[in-house]
């Protein structure tokens, strides 16, 4: 079960305390700049990562007079869309409220997820996904500083996959491992780790015990909560 650390109490908390229970997951973005999109990126991992457990969830966005930019910003990341939160009524009886919000953001109510600052915006040309590959490779409670570098690596690594993930798709299909699925599990349920889910996938990447069919059902199941598209390039020529 996912247990968020609760910003206010620093202590960890079940998502979902009921089972099957309705968890809200409340995002608050101000603005439209990287940051704010880092904040609706946080709350897309949560909600991806609630509903691969069975929970499931209403995702809303508090925004400021730039939500349009800020929905355009996030689709162009592979951020699922969140609803208006001023078109909405009342709740619909959750067992738990979660909110997702950047540090220094005034929210009352509920659990809360503190999503520390990207402390310089990507180049205009900088690509998409190797934004959010270079957005998600540090802990949300941890700053981010983007350079081109980084975002060049975030670029070469994302290649490298979806390439990879190609090539094994052509090898019979072999399930997950059951190690590599604890694993996974246990890091993105561990207060949304998600550095370390990336540090499992270059694991298995470089496994020299394990079948390739293995290693593309794994990276596919991860997907699932990275939202990386890993699975882009199959089909294309050799």
């Given at each position: 079960m996912l247990r968020i650390i609760d910003a206010r109490t620093r202590e960890p908390v079940d998502a979902a305390p009921a089972r099957r229970g309705l968890t809200r997951v409340q995002v608050h973005a101000s603005g439209s700049g990287t940051t704010d999109l880092r904040v609706l990126l946080v709350g897309d991992l949560l909600v991806r990562t609630l509903e691969l457990g069975g929970t499931p969830v209403w995702a809303l966005l508090t925004g400021g007079d730039r939500q349009a930019e800020l929905r355009a910003g996030a689709t162009a990341l592979g951020i699922r869309p969140f609803e208006d939160s001023t078109d909405v009524g009342a709740g619909l009886?959750?067992?738990?409220?979660?909110?997702?919000?950047?540090?220094?953001?005034?929210?009352?109510?509920?659990?809360?997820?503190?999503?520390?600052?990207?402390?310089s915006g990507p180049p205009d040309h900088s690509d998409p996904a190797a934004l959010r590959l270079a957005l998600i490779t540090r802990h949300h409670s941890a700053p981010v500083r983007l350079e081109p570098a980084g975002l060049d690596e975030a670029g070469a690594t994302l290649a490298r996959w979806r390439t990879a993930v190609a090539r094994w798709a052509r090898q019979p299909s072999r399930p997950?491992?059951?190690?590599?699925?604890?694993?996974?599990?246990?890091?993105?349920?561990?207060?949304?780790?998600?550095?370390?889910?990336?540090?499992?996938?270059?694991?298995?990447?470089?496994?020299?015990?394990?079948?390739?069919?293995?290693?593309?059902?794994?990276?596919?199941?991860?997907?699932?909560?990275?939202?990386?598209?890993?699975?882009?390039?199959?089909?294309?020529?050799?």
């Open positions: 009886g959750e067992s738990q409220v979660v909110h997702v919000a950047a540090e220094g953001e005034a929210v009352t109510g509920g659990v809360r997820i503190t999503v520390a600052p990207v402390e997950v491992p059951d190690g590599v699925r604890e694993r996974l599990r246990e890091a993105w349920e561990a207060d949304l780790d998600v550095p370390r889910v990336l540090e499992v996938l270059r694991g298995v990447e470089s496994d020299p015990e394990l079948a390739d069919g293995a290693r593309f059902e794994t990276y596919a199941y991860a997907d699932r909560l990275l939202g990386l598209d890993l699975t882009s390039d199959l089909g294309a020529p050799s």
